[in-house]
């Protein structure tokens, strides 16, 4: 299944790419929101397209570089399997300079749901895996496998926000006693030994919000954002803008307050006073779009 760029129209109107200019999208996936941005900037500038995750970004590259195989035109496309929180030192080991505008979206996609086999859904059956990067070592079932009872409350608090994480921890230290849990739907069935019934009412499906924690620690997901925004003043030009979208409140508490701090110090302005959602048209095509929030700043 293709992965539906998020809030497409505003990125661009918040990006602003033009021909000439050299833009990075921190989080290219399979391209939905860099297909779009390139067609705006050709013929002419310079594209940095990174992702962690390496199966995504070696399909995403070939499709893209046959799509945008433009005679005698002048750009560059540079693709990078890294973190985007190590731009600033892509930047200089590639001699890149600072660029003109910067996209990060969030999270994780339809195409990692679909064809990972990581165990990113408790929809599906698959390992307890949950890394973007393959090569990183941490997985989901270490955490879920040896952490104490203690961390494992935290993670799922901190990371989930969930209520009844003492409870969830308590028993998977139970159920691992009795066998390693080492797949998705093993987790799920433990979640809903844990919770009550009348979990929120069935609102939310019992597993999401200890999904969420264990993706968002496995990945240092808050520490990344964190490491990113820091370093904006050495990834962008006076000019330059970030469009940041975020898919649950941690996250965008992270972005609004470093935002509302880089404003106070007069580094930047705030190109967007409150967060950019969907349209309710847009909810109805793609629900995933339903909690993405914008954010956008222009260095000064
Ligand atoms: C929501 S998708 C991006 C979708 C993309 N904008 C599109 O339109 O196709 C998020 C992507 O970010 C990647 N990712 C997550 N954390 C990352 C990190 N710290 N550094 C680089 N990529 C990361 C994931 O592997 C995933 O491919």
């Known amino acids: 299944m293709a992965h539906t760029p998020v809030l497409l129209k505003e990125v661009l109107e918040y990006l602003d790419p033009k021909p ?28 940095l397209a990174v992702d962690l995750d390496e199966n995504i970004l070696e399909n995403t590259k070939s499709e893209i570089n046959s799509k945008f195989q433009i005679p005698n035109s002048t750009f560059e ?11 600033p030192e892509i930047l200089k080991r590639k001699e890149m300079g600072k660029a003109d505008g910067l996209l990060v979206d969030l999270g994780f996609s339809s195409a990692q749901i679909e064809n990972s086999n990581r165990g990113f859904s408790f929809q599906k059956n698959e390992p307890l895996d949950m890394r973007y990067d393959i090569v990183q070592k941490l997985m989901a079932h270490d955490v879920v496998n040896k952490y104490s009872e203690k961390e ?33 739907f093993q987790l799920v069935e433990v979640i809903k030994m844990a919770v009550p019934r009348s979990y929120e009412k069935g609102r939310i499906h019992p ?91 222009k260095i000064i």
């Open 20 to 47: 000439g200019q050299f833009i990075i999208d921190g989080t290219v996936n399979r391209g939905g929101h860099t297909t779009a941005i390139l067609k705006k900037m050709m013929p002419s500038g310079k594209y």
């Open 77 to 87: 496309i540079v693709w990078q399997n890294d973190n985007y929180a190590n731009i």
């Open 152 to 184: 494992l409350a935290d993670i799922i608090w901190k990371f989930g926000e969930e209520r009844f994480s003492r409870r969830i921890a308590k028993k998977i230290i139970e159920e691992r006693a009795k066998e390693p849990i080492v797949n998705t």
């Open 207 to 297: 597993a999401t919000r200890t999904f969420q924690a264990l993706r968002i620690f496995v990945n240092d997901e808050l520490g990344n954002l964190e490491k990113l925004l820091k370093n904006l003043d050495f990834i962008l030009n006076r000019d330059g803008r970030a469009v940041i979208i975020s898919f649950h409140s941690l996250e965008d508490r992270i972005v609004k307050n470093y935002f509302k701090e880089m404003k106070q110090s007069k580094k930047v302005e705030l190109l967007t006073k409150k967060p950019i959602t969907a349209t309710e048209e847009e909810i109805r095509l793609n629900p995933r779009s339903r909690s993405a929030k914008l954010r956008a700043i």
